[in-house]
């Protein structure tokens, strides 16, 4: 039985994405999802629950729901489905979110 990975590294790269994470200004790699970047950040929950329970990033496939998040005023955005992109606001969610985005500015 072979023991080599069946994953791979996706090679270096020297070019970034910018995005900010709650306010904070992060660079990502091109071809991360959102949630990879994230966890690549701080590792920290990526929401609460209406208890306030943290969740972060569990199955990163689409399954656990685990990882939603606000990207650019979406609410409830899966995080492990969604690549980075140039200039992309996450928040981190707490507790219920409305379904539809959410009027931005002004905060
Ligand atoms: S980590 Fe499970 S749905 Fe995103």
């Known amino acids: 039985m072979s023991t080599a990975s069946r994953f791979k590294a996706r090679p270096s790269t020297n070019h970034f994405i910018s995005l900010t994470i709650d306010g904070q200004s992060v660079l990502a790699k ?62 981190r969610q707490q507790g219920l979110r409305k379904l539809k985005k959410e009027p931005t500015g002004g905060e």
């Open 30 to 91: 091109p071809g991360d999802s959102v949630a990879a970047a994230m966890l690549a950040y701080s590792g920290d929950a990526m929401r609460h629950t209406v208890k306030g329970s943290p969740r972060a990033a569990y199955c990163m496939m689409g399954v656990c729901f685990d990882c939603l998040v606000e990207v650019d005023g979406y609410p409830n955005t899966q995080a492990c489905m969604v690549q980075v992109k140039e200039g992309m606001v996450i928040r």
